[in-house]
């Protein structure tokens, strides 16, 4: 299956090509494929540390890659393969860091020699990579059904442990003291923000039962990020001030909704919690750097999932108002305009190339859904509005229809969105050009198709399905529509 990635190499200072005082980025992709190249991007800022700004930086035709990046201390750099794996590390001027990325493990390796060694090969073990907007290690400190209070000490053991480790390598210089004051400072950043996310994890559960919520809950979250350090510039070097702001602000608004499921509920279903948070900040953060970072990003990461609220328009306005210097807008703008044009396309009728199955509510399985098709061999498309792969795949559509009239195949897309859903299901269709037939799985052919494409006790989509003229099913994980050639073969 041929894959693309993307590359992000993140730092807090701009990159210039004449600055002495510097730390070197030199990489192999291992098993470098031309076909497939990654993208290297460089994002840099002198306020946080995140992957909202990017400039591309071109892998050689050997896989081999070299970033200067200017500084005269101890900085943060993120490398991140997107789709696969992410990694991170600290380094100081004058140093020089091989990595070799290997995407067939889905991991990353540093080689460093210098001062911090030690430091930087402790961190690489100890030290969860930042992904996309979310914490990616829960998991690592609970088990299923397992209380805060549990997590939590689960956390505070592997703090103290790791802090401790830090402070050894210190003692016996192992690592420079500017080394060791950031390491330290995104220590206490990561694990204080997991102290305070499962304590709001167990506050989302209880409100979703409609039970109140307890006091210590709430002091679990005061104590691991106190007003004093949410409301300063003390963690927004770290990679982690984005899920720390965010903490804070869905705490906050939890708070102001009474602990009212509903009422947080509601203000989704009338498609503006990214403005309910924009505003929420907008209390809270008393410094601009913050309020300026934290609204680009919840505007960059909720544009990124092309659900094209419509809300986005104008909370994107009003940032350009707001910060109309802000070196984040051009890193939005695209996404931005995507919404516009989608919005402005969903307006239209649909054309007679799209049908939609009749009485979607009356089929409970996949067999009958496909009974409605015999005589027909069929391609089958299996989605979600929510789901970013799946869009991707609808890049190629025109070429797909093309084979696909070549083999005498029609295509079924079926969607598997609940019915709050609706609107945007019909509104993709369109602004995706998805001719073909359609139908939204209701509960009981959800259920079966679900049943159909489970694998390890698992789904994931896209998934496709190649189904011959007789109702009998071909091939329950047939090629995308990226991988046409394959799929041309298989028809």
């Not at 984005?242 to 939890?254: P, Q, R, V």
């Not at 409605?372 to 989605?383: E, N, P, S």
Request: with cysteine; net charge negative.
């Amino acid at each position: 299956m041929r894959k693309s990635f993307i590359f992000l190499i993140a730092t807090l200072f701009v990159v210039t090509s004449c600055q002495t005082n510097k730390v070197t980025v030199e990489g192999t992709v291992k098993d470098y494929n031309v076909e497939s190249a990654p993208t290297i991007l460089i994002t840099s800022s002198d306020v946080s540390f995140n992957w909202i700004c990017s400039d591309t930086i071109d892998v050689d035709s050997t896989g081999h890659f070299r970033v200067e990046l200017p500084t005269d201390d101890a900085i943060f750099v993120g490398l991140m393969v997107w789709g696969n794996h992410s990694m991170s590390f600290i380094s100081e001027e004058g140093e020089t860091h091989g990595i070799t990325v290997d995407l067939s493990a889905r991991r990353s390796t540093i080689n460093t020699e210098g001062r911090n060694k030690e430091g930087i090969d402790f961190m690489s073990t100890y030290k969860p990579a930042p992904s996309l907007g979310a914490f990616s290690v829960l998991n690592t400190f609970s088990k299923r059904g397992d209380r805060a209070e549990i997590s939590i000490a689960n956390v505070k053991k592997e703090k103290e442990e790791t802090l401790s480790k830090l402070g050894e390598l210190y003692d016996a210089e192992k690592i420079s003291e500017s080394f060791y004051e950031l390491a330290v400072i995104d220590r206490e950043a990561f694990y204080n923000g997991l102290t305070a996310k499962f304590a709001l994890i167990d506050i989302g559960n209880l409100l979703a039962k409609g039970e109140a919520i307890p006091e210590n809950l709430i002091a679990y979250i005061d104590a691991a990020l106190p007003f004093e350090d949410v409301n300063s510039l003390k963690y927004i070097n770290t990679m982690w001030w984005d899920e720390l702001s965010g903490i804070a602000i869905d705490k906050e608004i939890n708070l102001n909704c009474g602990g009212n499921f509903d009422s947080i509920r509601s203000i989704h279903s009338a498609g503006k919690i990214n403005t309910f948070k924009i505003a929420t900040a907008e209390k809270i953060f008393s410094n601009r750097q913050q309020l300026e970072t934290y609204t680009a990003n919840t505007i960059y990461l909720s544009a990124l999932q092309r659900k094209f609220e419509k809300e986005l328009i104008d909370n994107f306005n009003k940032f350009q108002e707001d910060f109309p210097n802000s070196k984040y807008s051009k890193y939005i703008t695209h996404l931005i305009d995507d919404i516009k044009a989608y919005h402005q396309k969903i307006e239209a009728d649909f054309l007679d190339k799209v049908k939609f199955v009749e009485n979607p509510d009356e089929i409970e399985t996949f067999d009958e859904l496909i009974s409605h098709f015999k005589g027909k061999q069929l391609y089958i498309d299996i989605w979600a509005t929510w789901c970013g792969p799946c869009k991707d795949e609808f890049k190629y559509g025109a070429e797909l229809k093309r084979m696909l009239s070549e083999k005498n195949t029609e295509i079924l897309y079926i969607s598997i969105d609940e019915a709050e859903n609706d609107q945007r299901w019909l509104g993709m269709i369109k602004y995706y050009n998805l001719d073909g037939n359609h139908i939204r799985a209701y509960s009981s052919l959800q259920s079966s198709v679900r049943d159909l494409i489970v694998e390890n006790g698992r789904i994931s989509i896209p998934q496709y399905i190649i189904v011959d003229e007789s109702g009998k099913i071909v091939d329950v994980n047939a090629p995308r529509p990226s991988e046409i050639d394959e799929l041309r073969n298989r028809l």
